[in-house]
């Protein structure tokens, strides 16, 4: 079998098969936050998932370029800025670091790129006056350039390859200004939007005046920059199917006459305890907040990805406790593997790679991936209880867990610190040695070594060091 994804663009599952010009090597990009707050628990369902599929990607043995803007230019952010009465950079700059910082509590891999929009602007003006250039954007009266949609549907372009849209209610150049509109607003959306008093000192030269870009043209413009004008895979939650990715399609289809993305993946949206995420429900949740009540990015990870990325999920604080529960058990029975183990190495137990590979390849069935790791875990342990395990083995089995792993994410890091109870038996061995008992000595080095540990010498005298 081979990996198969939900493909939004052709409305079906798909083999994923990246372009033949370099059969292994993947363009990814993920529409990144829009820093104008802390990303909240709904954002990281996407986040999170786009690692998954970076992961599974890199696990298939593709070597990927992941790429997520950073959107540091954008209605709400300028609206905050003015509020606030801060620079833009300031501003943005507080929850950008915040951003990263959450990534990585997340252990969520760093992309490859992570593109601002306030540094694109020259690409984003060039971009714009291609478009202009190719009779598809047009500017108005206030100096702002929009997307002439008419225009582009008349070069026989198709507005509306993500969904079915409704062109009944299109009235010929209408336009929408702001960077987010509703499903039923089929208008020419901006390109460029020219100066006004609200932008306070948010502005740039232009070809039209001054005045700063739409969101949507960000997208496009760092995009085909990093990974060429046509690419493998683009992500990003339901929401931006329309008009956020129907409009990079159009601009980068438009400017380019090349086909802008070949895959599609949509992640589904998180409700908490049933409902759409509210500050006025209470039901508001930041990563920080979860971490304030004593759970960890670990658990918040493990909880994200327990549910399929096409499926609405329900995130639940009860859910949290359980993943506290789930990840207790794998913790437990990795920690015996590696007791075992010794740090001897092996090649990966096949049974566990392949069903979690098989699992994988179904378009991400993570249930079905999640099931093969505790049936796993359920006969290491039966194994282990009735030491029938060899150290070989247990080796093996570790290898086949770091390897569903590496997509997974969730391991605790392995222990770097000896517990008190081998750092009593290295003072034990210094004292075997001073009166010479060197029987004693190797007998407790060898105890050391089959648990994982070895004795190095240091500065400070001589310490324990995992293998
Ligand atoms: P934003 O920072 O608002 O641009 O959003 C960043 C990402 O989070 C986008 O891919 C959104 O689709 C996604 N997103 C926003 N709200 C939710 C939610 N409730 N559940 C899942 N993803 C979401
Ligand atoms: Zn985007």
Known sequence: MALKL???????LQEFAPSAADA??????????????????????????????????EFFGHEVRHVMNITDVEDKIIK???????????????FEAAFFADLKTLNCLPPHLTPRATEHIPEIIALIEKLIARGVAYRAGDSSVYFSIAKYRGCGCTYGQLQKLNFDELRVGERVAADEYDKEAVAD????????????????????????????????AMSMKALGESFDLHLGGEDLKFPHHEDEIAQSEGATGKPFVKHWLHAAHLLVEGKKMSKSLGNYFTLR???????????????????????????TIEGLHGAKTAL?????????????????AAVPNRELVEQFKAALEDDLNISAAWASVFEWVRKVNRALAENSMTHAEAASHLAAWEKVDSVLGVSAAAETEASAELKALLMERQS???????????????????????IEDSPKGQRLKKI
Request: glycine share 10%.
């Open 6 to 12: 939900f493909n939004t663009l052709t409305r079906s």
């Open 24 to 57: 292994n090597k993947i363009g990814m990009y993920c529409c990144g936050p829009t820093v104008y707050d802390y990303a909240h628990i709904g954002n990281w369902r996407t986040f999170v998932f786009a690692d998954l599929v970076r992961r599974t990607l």
């Open 80 to 94: 905050r800025v003015q509020e606030q009465k801060v620079s833009l950079r300031e501003f943005t700059g507080r």
């Open 189 to 220: 959306f901006a390109l460029w939007k020219a100066r006004v008093p609200a932008d306070g000192a948010v502005f740039w030269p232009s070809p039209w005046g001054e005045g700063r870009p739409g969101w949507h043209i960000e997208c496009s």
């Open 289 to 315: 907040d979860l971490l304030a009540n004593g759970f960890t990015g670990r658990e918040v990870r493990f909880l994200l990805l327990t549910a399929h990325y096409r499926e609405t999920f329900n995130f």
């Open 328 to 344: 207790a058990r794998i913790d437990e029975c990795v920690g015996k593997l590696r007791e075992l183990a010794g740090g001897t």
């Open 432 to 454: 075997a040695r001073q009166s010479k008992d060197f029987k004693r000595s190797d007998a407790i080095r060898d105890e050391l070594k089959a648990k994982g540990w070895i």
